[in-house]
Each structure stands twice: as C-alpha cells, then as structure tokens.
C-alpha cells in the first residue's frame, strides 16, 4: 500500500510523493530476499517525516542491507558507485571500454584519430566482427545534470568528420556512441534516434540501459565493494581495475594493499558473488 502522505526532496530540490513501489523495486534489484525487503520497507516507513530528502532514505536502505547482508547493499548502490569513479571520467571511459571487452569487442581508450578536417580523440574504440564503434564518454558527477540536446549535436559532427575521413577505408567506422552516467533529455534523444547515433545512459534504452547491462553481464565496478576502503578503491583505479571481474582475476593486486589474509577472503567472495551469481 503506497503512503502519500509524505513528501521527500530529491537531489534536485524537487518535493515528490514517497513511493513505497519504487523502494521496493530497488531493494529487489538489490537481490534481497522478501522477508528483508518487507523489513527494510517497514522500518524505513516508520521513521519517514516530511521533508526528509531521498539521500537519507537511501543511506538508511543501505545500511540496513548492509547489516543484512553486504552483497545485497553492494548491487543496492549501484549507481553511486559509478559517481565514484570520478572525478576526472577517465575511470569511467575505462569502465566502458571494460565492459564492451567482456562483451566481446576489442578495445581501445583514448586514441587520436584523425577527421578530415582536423583530429579527435575518441574515448573509446571498439570493434566486432563487422561492427566499428567510436564511443563518447560523458561523466557526470553530479546526478542533477542531464546531457541536453549540445551533447550529442556537438558529438554527431565529430563522428561525421571521422567517418568522412575513413570513407573509402576498411577502419571505417560504422557506428557512433553517446554514453552517459546520468541521464539524456527528451530533446538529446529525439536528436540521437534522428541522426542515427546509439545513445546508452543509466536507464536508456529501456530495458538494455548501463544499470541492465551490468546487472545482466555481472560487471560490476570496483567502488560497489563495501568491504573496501576508499583510499584501497582509487589504489585498484589507478591500476586500471575498474571491474570486479577484473580483480577476481588478478587477485595479486590485493596482496600491494596491505590486507590481512581474512580480510582479503572476505573481498574476493563479495566480489566472486557479485560476478558470478547472475
């Protein structure tokens, strides 16, 4: 049963109806079982009040799962992960070079490639059997600011003078990307559709957004660990491991940390059921 008799502020400042449904919606994509969600749900309903900002209500969920279980409190902040991984964006380019590698693309991160009238760098270049991908990467480390419609125009004609560049070349390319962690405005996607141009951001496309794909793929950035400082996370980006995956494979990263042999037990199983349990 939904309770709207409380108003929570947004990150935006907007004022919004609590929606039980959506906090259930999220706790279940956490993983949780019924039981947790249902007392989470509870709690958290007692202790509403007006005004009372999404934030705390998030932090409040979180810990909670937290305590509950640290795997489901892992998926659960998902999304300020990705924020961690700034501030620069570089980590964030690297995150979705990783996650069209996992996918079966070759990759390349920042490459210059020159147009017919002058040169750009790409953030990532990725090929598949006959597809030839140019991604723009655009990190945001603030949730409230949205790519408006200048994002992807501005982008549209960079790949334009790439292509015209390569246009009678076998590594031309065929493709052109906009991705974001935020979010695109109605103007930015009627662009992208019109001019041909895939736009990937936190939820679009629907169903097959950055949140679906890691979800489906089990690629998780590194920043979902709660087990893990922060000081011990920028160590892992800094080392261009940005993937769960990626340390699971190359556990000798955790021995240059300093960790007691318990502790790092215990990271390299959340992080094994992070990848694995899909």
């Known amino acids: 049963m939904e309770t709207k008799n409380f108003q929570v502020i947004k990150s935006s400042g907007e004022k919004v109806d609590f929606s039980i449904s959506k906090l259930r919606g999220s706790l279940h ?6 039981a947790t969600v249902d007392h989470i749900i509870n709690t958290v309903r007692d ?3 007006q005004g009372i900002s999404t934030k705390e209500i998030y932090n409040r969920a979180f810990a909670l799962l937290k305590k509950r279980k640290s795997i489901y409190a892992s998926k659960y902040k998902l999304k300020k992960a990705i924020y961690e991984l700034g501030p620069t964006g570089f980590p964030f380019e690297k995150f979705i070079g990783a996650l069209l590698e996992y996918s079966g693309y070759s990759v390349s991160i920042g490459k210059i490639l020159q147009g017919k009238c002058v040169s750009h760098e790409v953030d990532v270049i990725a090929m598949k059997k006959e597809e030839h ?5 655009k990190f945001h480390s603030e949730k409230t600011i949205t790519c408006n419609v200048k994002i992807p125009l501005y982008i549209h ?9 390569f246009a009678n070349s076998d590594h031309c390319p065929n493709k052109g990307w906009v991705v974001t962690n ?4 109605a103007d930015a996607l009627t662009y992208g559709r019109c001019a041909g141009l895939y736009l990937l951001s936190w939820d679009y496309p629907d169903e097959n957004g950055l ?9 998780y950035p590194i920043t979902v660990s709660t087990l893990m400082t922060n000081r011990e996370k920028q160590f892992l980006l800094s ?5 769960c995956r990626q340390l699971a494979d190359d556990k000798f990263y955790l021995d240059h940390l300093g960790i007691s042999e318990t502790r790092k037990t215990k990271i390299l199983a959340e992080i094994s059921i992070l990848c694995y349990s899909n």
């Open 239 to 243: 080392r261009d491991i940005v993937l």
């Open 29 to 34: 994509k956490s993983g949780a079982d019924k």
């Open 133 to 137: 991908i140019v991604v723009e990467c």
């Open 47 to 49: 202790e509403l009040y």
């Open 157 to 165: 004609s960079r790949y334009r003078d790439i292509v015209a560049q």
């Open 182 to 185: 935020t979010r695109f405005t």
């Open 211 to 219: 949140k679906d794909r890691i979800d489906r793929l089990g690629l």
